[in-house]
Nanobody, 118 residues
Framework: QVQLVESGGGLVQAGGSLRLSCVASGDIFAVAAVGWYRQAPGKQRELVATLFSIFSGDNTNYADSVKGRFTISRDKAKNTVYLQMNSLKPEDTAVYYC?????????WGQGTQVTVSS
């Protein structure tokens, strides 16, 4: 089992930015597809950003709702995945989690709360 620790959330006004970090206890991020998920109150958890490697290098995918505003990246040496969030909207308010893609159900961390005020 891998431990995942998310941080960087907070309260921000609409249009602002935040950078989330996720540190893994092992080097899983170096070899696996990784993602950022979020869960808003009363809603199911959704995958918003994915990073995976192929022969030509890293590739990313984003949910339509965050495309052009969020950027996922990773530092393999630090076992850390980041999510840069710009132009935040109130509908981005949620608890954000990182995990592999597909997610390992036993590896969810505590998440980090992001609240965007209008």
């Amino acid at each position: 089992q891998v431990q995942l620790v998310e941080s960087g959330g907070g309260l921000v006004q609409a249009g602002g930015s935040l950078r989330l970090s996720c540190v893994a206890s092992g080097d899983i991020f170096a070899v696996a597809a990784v993602g950022w998920y979020r869960q808003a109150p009363g809603k199911q958890r959704e995958l918003v950003a994915t990073l995976f490697s192929i022969f030509s290098g890293d590739n990313t995918n984003y949910a339509d709702s965050v495309k052009g505003r969020f950027t996922i990246s990773r530092d393999k040496a630090k076992n850390t995945v980041y999510l840069q969030m710009n132009s935040l909207k109130p509908e981005d308010t949620a608890v954000y989690y990182c995990n592999l893609v597909p997610a390992h159900p036993n590896d969810w961390g505590q998440g980090t709360q992001v609240t965007v005020s209008s």
